[in-house]
């Protein structure tokens, strides 16, 4: 069965610092894995996505991910964090054929001027 | 170009009751699909609909049901409220079925169950 863990609830970083917010998946195959934000009321906004190929991929925003087959991940990174990241990230993992996404649980990022 | 719209953006209903969601994808899109995001559950998969036919299903009982029409606009209804049937129902629309296409996601349907 596919899963997705996100092990950090609320993450609270200063502005400017670089910002890394863990991924791990559970998945047969080749995993399609995403990351997405949502701000307070809205909906999810992708930030990037991992299909093959170059496992640094990255994003909009100044975000990238690393996908690492041997550990199953595929954590979010970026250098300098601004105070308008603030927002939840979910993490999903999908399969091709089917746009039903498994998400994980999210993680709250705080960014304190 | 538009993106996509769920209507409306806020309901009470009371337990029993029955309520109808809407979903108008961004043009050109025939995929949609629906999720339940709950502070407990997450973001939950209910189904997904391309060219007016339920490809996949959640594991949702059935008192949750969709439909897709011609012009790929969907609804999802919901019968026989429940107390944990409160949730914000996101709609997401893509062009087709592969993953490579990204899922565009409207802002939500907040649903509050009385």
């Known amino acids: 069965a596919q899963s997705v863990t996100q092990p950090d609830i609320h993450i609270t970083v200063s502005e400017g610092a670089s910002l890394e917010l863990r991924c791990n998946y559970s998945?047969?195959?080749?995993?399609?894995l995403f990351w997405y934000v949502q701000s307070p009321g809205q909906g999810l906004q992708l930030l990037l996505k991992y299909f093959s190929g170059d496992t640094l991929v990255q994003g909009i925003k100044g975000f990238e991910a690393e996908f690492k087959r041997s550990q199953s991940s595929f954590n979010l990174r970026k250098p300098s964090v601004h105070w308008s990241d603030a927002a939840e990230y979910f993490c999903a993992v999908g399969q091709t054929g089917a746009n039903n996404l498994f998400f994980g649980t999210g993680t709250r990022l705080t960014v304190i001027p | 170009k538009a993106g996509v719209t769920q209507t409306p953006r806020y309901l009470i209903k009371t337990r029993g009751q029955q309520v109808t969601l809407s979903c108008s994808p961004i043009s050109g899109h025939r995929s949609v699909s629906w999720y339940q995001q709950t502070p407990g559950q997450g973001l939950q998969f209910l189904f997904e609909?391309?060219?007016?036919?339920?490809?996949n299903k959640g594991n949702f009982p059935g008192r949750f049901s969709g439909r897709q029409f011609s012009n790929s606009r969907s609804e999802m209804n919901v019968s026989t409220l429940e107390l944990g049937d409160s949730a914000l129902y996101l709609c997401?629309?893509?062009?087709?079925?592969?993953?490579?296409?990204?899922?565009?996601f409207g802002n939500g349907t907040r649903l509050t169950v009385t």
């Open positions: 998945y047969g195959a080749t995993p399609y």
């Open positions: 997401a629309s893509s062009l087709d079925v592969t993953l490579a296409s990204p899922l565009h």
């Open positions: 609909y391309f060219s007016e036919t339920q490809r």
